[in-house]
Nanobody, 124 residues
């Protein structure tokens, strides 16, 4: 049974930092591109960051570039999203997703597995 189990979401103040984690089980984690998405109320799900299967390549949405860092530990089957200088517009439900053999699929159907989501609320 494949699971992506997320943790780390909470309420944080504007300008603060927060780390999210996504732990995989039941898969050969090192084969998967891992991608973070987020979805704010009333908005579409949007790409946040991605990291290649080996960790050698990353990509970020312009809105988070320079503030967020994605990393992975294939030995522990985990991917992390470290967020800093948080803004109110970062408030959203955050999801990790796994894609086997593709670099940031453009379609939701291109992702094999999804985490359950974790809420990040940034408030002053």
């Amino acid at each position: 049974q494949v699971q992506l189990r997320q943790s780390g979401g909470r309420l944080v103040q504007t300008g603060g930092s927060l780390g999210l984690s996504c732990a995989a089980s039941g898969v050969i984690f090192s084969r998967y591109t891992m991608v973070w998405f987020r979805q704010a109320p009333g908005k579409e799900r949007e790409f946040v960051a991605a990291i290649s299967a080996t960790g050698g390549r990353t990509s970020y949405a312009d809105s988070v570039k320079g503030r967020f860092t994605v990393s992975r530990d294939n030995a522990k089957s985990t991917v992390a999203l470290q967020m800093s200088s948080l803004k109110s517009e970062d408030t959203a439900e955050y999801y990790c997703a796994a894609a086997n053999g593709a670099w940031i699929p453009t379609s939701i159907s291109g992702y094999d597995y999804w985490g359950q989501g974790t809420q990040v609320t940034v408030s002053s």
